[in-house]
């Protein structure tokens, strides 16, 4: 059961990695800043990197979300397998659906499902679920977006004149410094939580003692799932974000990374815990209101904000199946294992139909442009059976988009 | 319940590092461009501008290697 657990917990590190590429480098991949190859291979680096550096292990699975330890109820390995199969299963659907949302909400909705059906109701502190989940992810986007609109409009209004947009081009090399910060938070962060959530599970099963850190081969083996995750790219997420939202110009992308970063750092710094995915896609969308607010494509930003909303719930209510079924015994874990891969394996192959991968990610594929359906799973067949045709966008340079 | 303070703190600390950090990086950039042009007719002029883009460029490296040392815990 504890290898099942430790096994699930990294397949959910790396979809973390995979579904927060997009986080750091939709826009500089939409910008032509880096190539998508590149870009995926500094947000690996850096992920790997900051997984080692942070000391700061999460000491509770859910971050007081729910009451766990000492005077609450205990959290069982079977609880912690349920509520992965939630957050991967919800993380592997948004994913092919190109949608950018929280994997911490899917981790910690999956953590809820799972122990409500486990625990009651009772086990779940609502406050919490209110000032640290729902409360930060209505207000992150409003704020980030804020942000970024103001950042643009000192961009642009800076430097207007004669010689704007070639000015306007030399923003690409501020955005390799901002993209790479926004990696390396994302790394010192989000491998945190999965450390925890083995170590605990290994304390819960007598395998270590309590009150210890994580043992290096958990580190290890957490860095490079993220990693691994972040190298592969979550290529539709990446499209929705750097082209999809908007179209991205160098000056709009640097101010939306810019108050990304600036937005993480204060929020981890000053205690209110926001999530990257939410204030980066805010970023996004304020810097397009920034330049020209005809720009921003509201039908995916408002699908964006649906996922948002709905992912903890989803996740939970998967988990908490996960865990009707896991409370059978032996034989319902196993089932849930073997219904979870073979969701997963279905999921995969869809995404095969539709490929978006590193030589159509800036989306200016002719099938799939402009058309609303192109993040949509359910894509008429004949789209769907005909392979885009492959185009050099990455060695391409971006099309003007400055004068707006 | 809802820390309106921290919030409020996160969001004024977020808007005026990003608005400098924007301002700096933009001011460079045109002062680097504008330099490129002006160094045929005023070569001076274009020195000067440059001279002041590249210090408004450390500047800014600056303000990222103050962002790696937010962010590695091991530098606190």
């Not at chain 1, 990693?227 to 539709?236: D, F, K």
Request: net charge positive; proline share 5%.
């Amino acid at each position: 059961m504890v290898a099942l657990v430790v096994v699930l917990a990294l397949f959910f590190d790396f979809t973390n990695g995979f579904h927060d590429t997009a986080n750091a480098m939709a826009t500089p991949i939409a910008t032509g800043a880096l190539k998508p190859r590149v870009a995926v291979s500094i947000a690996a680096i850096l992920n790997l990197v900051g997984a080692f550096l942070s000391t700061e292990v999460a000491r509770t699975i859910s971050g007081g979300l729910i009451r766990e330890g000492g005077g609450g109820i205990q959290i069982t390995p079977t609880m912690i397998f349920a509520g992965l199969i939630g957050a991967i299963m919800w993380n592997l659907a948004t994913w092919l659906l190109g949608l950018p949302s929280s994997s911490s909400h899917a981790l910690f909705g999956g953590l809820i499902g799972a122990v409500i059906v486990g625990a009651g109701v009772g086990a779940i502190d609502p406050g919490v679920l209110l000032s640290k989940i729902v409360f930060p992810a209505v207000l992150a986007p409003f704020m980030a977006a804020g942000i970024a609109f103001v950042a643009t409009k000192i961009a642009y209004r800076v430097t207007s004149g004669h010689h704007a947009h070639a000015a306007r081009q030399r923003f690409r090399v501020g955005q390799v410094f901002t993209s790479s910060l926004v990696s390396l938070a994302h790394g010192t962060n989000d491998a945190q939580k999965t450390m925890g959530v083995i170590t605990l599970t290994l304390i819960a099963g007598g395998f270590q003692a309590a009150g210890t850190g994580p043992e290096f081969w958990v580190i290890a083996v957490c860095a490079l799932a993220i990693a691994l995750g972040t190298y592969v790219g979550g290529w539709r997420i990446i499209r929705t974000v750097g082209t999809g939202i908007t179209d991205v110009s160098p000056a709009q992308g640097f101010a939306a990374e810019a108050s990304t970063t600036a937005t993480i750092l204060a929020s981890t710094h000053l205690g209110f815990a926001l999530s990257t995915t939410q204030v980066a896609s805010g970023s996004v969308i304020g810097a397009g209101l920034g330049r020209n607010r005809h720009s921003v494509r509201w039908r995916v930003a408002g699908r964006i904000g649906v996922a948002w909303l709905v992912t903890l719930p989803c996740a939970a209510i998967m988990a908490a199946i996960a865990e009707l079924v896991a409370r059978l015994g032996p034989w319902g874990i196993a089932a849930d294992a073997l219904a979870g891969a073979t969701v997963i394996m279905l999921m995969f192959r869809r995404a095969r139909k539709n490929p978006v991968n590193h030589t159509n990610v800036t989306g200016e594929v002719p099938v799939a442009k402009h058309t609303p359906s192109m993040m949509l799973p359910k894509v008429p067949p004949s789209i769907a059976s005909a392979k885009p045709p492959k185009v050099p966008t990455a060695d391409t340079p971006t099309p003007h988009r400055d004068q707006a | 319940m809802i820390e309106w303070e921290s919030f409020v703190l996160v969001a004024v600390v977020s808007l005026v590092a990003a608005s400098v950090v924007v301002t700096i990086a933009s001011v460079g950039i045109r002062l680097l461009e504008n330099a490129a042009h002006a160094r045929r007719g005023d070569p001076g002029r274009g020195k000067a501008r440059l001279a002041v883009a590249r210090t408004l460029f450390g500047v800014c490296g600056a303000l990222v290697l103050f962002g790696v040392y937010l962010i590695v815990p091991a530098f606190h």
